[in-house]
């Protein structure tokens, strides 16, 4: 047992410099473009599809993992987890490399699609910036063998990240028709 103690404080510091440097790295970058830079690149106009598709096939291995676990099913329900992580991760590693490469897109939609477009842009902001260390802490949990407390946070850090997720994919297709090719 003294072992699973020394995982989660070995790990607690790690998971609040993660979750502080990520949203403030991510937020530093979104502004840099390298063109200013004087780096001649063109720009990653490619990037946002398949970044959205990331966060569609995110959100079906994050049901998939809860359905595998309900199942009995802990190691497959493990793999899942950790190919969600890699998503979210080649996910954030994309959408840097995308606003680092070409000016941010407007949304031109009127009226009420404006306001739903913004309502769920800025939810999937910050709770992109919350699940962080949620999906930390349930991991590191899981690896120090307290599934139940793992259990209690990953019922707040599911429906969090699948919300990001799903709202990530929505976002894309409401703001699609006004990027500029």
């Given at each position: 047992m003294k072992?699973?103690v020394?995982?989660d404080?070995?790990?607690?510091?790690l998971i609040?410099l993660?979750?502080i440097?990520?949203?403030?790295?991510?937020?530093?970058?979104?502004?840099?473009?390298?063109?200013?830079?004087?780096y001649d690149?063109?720009?990653?106009?490619?990037?946002?599809?398949?970044?959205?598709t990331?966060?569609?096939?995110?959100?079906?291995?994050?049901?998939?993992?809860v359905m595998?676990?309900?199942?009995?099913?802990?190691?497959?329900?493990?793999?899942?987890m950790?190919?969600?992580?890699?998503?979210s991760l080649?996910?954030l590693?994309m959408?840097?490399?995308?606003?680092?490469?070409?000016?941010?897109t407007?949304f031109?939609?009127?009226?009420?699609?404006?306001?739903v477009?913004?309502?769920?842009?800025i939810?999937h902001i910050?709770?992109?910036?919350?699940v962080?260390?949620?999906?930390?802490?349930?991991?590191?949990?899981a690896l120090?063998s307290?599934?139940?407390?793992?259990?209690k946070i990953?019922?707040?850090t599911?429906p969090?990240w699948?919300?990001?997720?799903?709202?990530?994919?929505?976002?894309y297709?409401?703001?699609?028709?006004y990027?500029?090719?």
């Amino acid at each position: 047992m003294k072992e699973n103690v020394t995982i989660d404080k070995k790990y607690n510091t790690l998971i609040v410099l993660v979750s502080i440097v990520i949203p403030v790295v991510v937020a530093i970058l979104f502004n840099v473009k390298l063109k200013d830079l004087g780096y001649d690149v063109e720009p990653l106009s490619f990037l946002p599809p398949i970044y959205a598709t990331i966060n569609g096939i995110t959100a079906v291995v994050l049901i998939a993992a809860v359905m595998a676990i309900k199942k009995g099913n802990r190691k497959l329900h493990e793999r899942l987890m950790t190919f969600a992580i890699a998503l979210s991760l080649a996910f954030l590693v994309m959408y840097v490399a995308y606003h680092m490469t070409s000016d941010s897109t407007k949304f031109g939609g009127e009226g009420v699609i404006r306001l739903v477009y913004f309502v769920l842009l800025i939810s999937h902001i910050i709770l992109s910036i919350a699940v962080i260390p949620l999906v930390l802490i349930s991991y590191v949990r899981a690896l120090a063998s307290k599934f139940d407390q793992h259990k209690k946070i990953a019922k707040i850090t599911f429906p969090i990240w699948l919300y990001v997720a799903v709202t990530g994919v929505i976002v894309y297709i409401m703001i699609a028709p006004y990027y500029v090719h």
